[in-house]
Nanobody, 128 residues
Framework: VQLVESAGGSAQAGGSLTLSCVVS????????MGWFRQAPGKEREGVAV????????FADSVKGRFTISKDNARNTTLYLQMNSVKAEDTAMYYC??????????????????????GGKGTQVTISS
């Protein structure tokens, strides 16, 4: 299984940014897929998750500003739409996948521990 994030990018506070992650080789029928981030000097923080039951969860810090979606056409692509971004959203963003659904113990977004698969990350910088 491989997860490859697109180039992150930069935006001004109040603006928008979209991250994408191509997931290949994932053949399990159940999943949770999502994003976590890590800012310099801070712990990793779960951001959002979507699972095969249709559940979508967000961290309180991004609720109402970020959306998560998944496109199954051709290649599975996971998206994170970031709106009304803030300087504190600046971080390295990682996509991750796990065979567990939310009700079966998917760690995201409460925790980032022990997800089955993860990408290498992409930098997001928000200027104030």
């Amino acid at each position: 299984v491989q997860l490859v994030e697109s180039a992150g990018g930069s935006a001004q506070a109040g603006g928008s940014l979209t991250l994408s992650c191509v997931v290949s080789g994932y053949t399990y029928s159940t999943y949770c897929m999502g994003w976590f981030r890590q800012a310099p000097g801070k712990e990793r923080e779960g951001v959002a998750v979507i699972d095969s039951d249709g559940r979508v969860l967000f961290a309180d810090s991004v609720k109402g500003r970020f959306t998560i979606s998944k496109d199954n056409a051709r290649n599975t692509t996971l998206y994170l739409q970031m709106n009304s971004v803030k300087a504190e959203d600046t971080a390295m963003y990682y996509c991750a996948a796990d065979r567990r659904t939310v009700v079966r113990g998917c760690p995201l977004p409460r925790s980032v521990c022990c997800m089955d698969y993860g990408g290498k990350g992409t930098q997001v910088t928000i200027s104030s």
